[in-house]
């Protein structure tokens, strides 16, 4: 592929657009001047990336949300579709976002673009019908997970296992002390991160238990340091709000521009800064849990969903549980329920207290779970931008 050949890309949340921005800057690295546009955020932006659309846009949380915001929707998805089949990429690449990618990868490779998806949808929990929609949609998968190749592979569709780009940029050591004064938090201090999710609804949902279950700890422990990492304005907004309901001690809301000034630390999410700073964490299930296991750290998982969504998920899915017994990243990837695990009904403000205060008080475990995070962090060790883009170059050429 030739750097006079085009790119396509579509991602649809942060998440997607951190993993886009690397794969975009080993795109450039093998094809200087390469052009890359479609749908993406301030990550792929800051690579030389064309958007469209604003990536927010996409991003939506499940079937209802996605029903009140359809016409938007459809209409960011036929413009960028239309932009698309009239001038055809060398190849396209949907991160993540599935329900849109996966339908504008279709409509793209019946028109002759090759296509390939980064990140695959998770059949292995969820709706594992999906797989024959991913089968006529995708040219190629590019996974982040070693045993994701298996399921593919039976399925008879292309993939490769291209690592996790996190575990590549969150070191193997972190620094704690080095977080905490760019915190400006005490050194000495007991520091609870608190994560309560980047999505509108999950801050409704998380917020109040979470809090209330701070509240709690700050009684056991009256020093304790509490840090709520916030993705952007408005979801501080509606955090502090339920704050003024069940109001914490010794807790603050941090965003990416109170690390302003300090070179690299101010360029990566401010919530990895509040991890590496904390004792423990007490995070909403998402990428977030991944995060905290590659910086090491003890944590609770924890989310609930509204009883409508749980309906509309089982009537979609056919299915009243995930097929696996876990739903935390890190206890999937190990197999273990090395992290408790608190949803739904049992999400109670007390168990999640007493859950998170043994995260926060045993040095035995946290210890044991430093040794196993280590190890799974080895594991996703691969160098995923020079994999992606080779892949992503092979497809393009034909020679995968």
């Not at 690592?163 to 002390?177: E, F, N, S």
């Not at 109040?208 to 501080?236: E, H, Y």
């Not at 521009?257 to 423990?280: C, F, H, K, N, T």
Request: proline share 8%; glycine share 6%.
């Amino acid at each position: 592929m030739t750097a006079a050949r085009a790119i396509g890309m579509v991602a649809g949340e942060p998440s997607g657009d951190l993993l886009a921005g690397r794969v975009i800057a080993g795109l450039h690295q093998r094809f200087p001047g390469i052009a890359i546009s479609g749908i993406g955020g301030p990550r792929m932006i800051e690579q030389g990336f064309e958007s469209w659309h604003d990536m927010h846009a996409l991003t939506v949380f499940g079937f209802v949300d996605a029903l009140k915001r359809l016409p938007s929707l459809l209409s960011i998805y036929r413009d960028t579709r239309r932009r698309l089949l009239n001038e055809p990429p060398a190849v396209f690449v949907g991160i993540d976002a599935p329900d849109f990618n996966l339908r504008l990868e279709r409509a793209l490779r019946q028109a002759g673009t090759p296509t390939v998806h980064f990140v695959g949808p998770s059949i292995w929990a969820w709706r594992y019908e999906r797989i024959h929609k991913i089968r006529e949609s995708v040219s190629h998968m590019l996974v982040l997970f070693p045993f994701e190749e298996d399921i593919y592979r039976k399925e008879n569709i292309p993939v490769t296992y291209v690592g996790h780009p996190l575990a590549q940029t969150i070191p193997m050591k972190p620094d704690r002390a080095g977080a905490r004064a760019r915190l400006n938090v005490d050194a000495s201090a007991r520091v609870l991160a608190i994560l309560p999710g980047s999505r509108s609804s999950e801050i409704r949902l998380m917020g109040p238990r979470f809090l209330q279950a701070a509240q709690g700890l700050v009684r056991r422990d009256p020093g304790l340091q509490c840090i709520v990492p916030m993705v952007n304005a408005p979801r501080r907004a509606e955090f502090e709000v339920l704050l003024a309901q069940y109001p914490v001690p010794n807790l603050r809301c941090v965003m990416a521009q109170d690390l302003a000034g300090q070179g690299a630390a101010a360029a990566q999410p401010v919530a990895w800064s509040v991890m590496e700073a904390a004792d423990a964490v007490l995070v909403a299930s998402g990428t977030a849990t991944l995060e905290t296991a590659l910086y090491k750290r003890p944590m609770v998982i924890s989310y609930v969903l509204s009883p409508w969504m749980r309906r509309i998920m089982a009537w979609k899915s056919k299915q009243e549980r995930p097929y696996l017994p876990w739903v935390g990243l890190p206890n999937i990837l190990l197999r273990d329920f090395v992290v408790p695990e608190l949803l739904q009904d049992d999400a109670t403000p007390q168990a999640l207290e007493e859950a998170t205060w043994s995260a926060l008080t045993d040095d035995a475990r946290a210890a044991n779970l430093e040794a196993k995070f280590a190890a799974l962090h080895q594991d996703l060790l691969r160098d995923t931008p020079a994999l992606a883009a080779e892949a992503i170059a092979a497809v393009a050429d034909g020679r995968i």
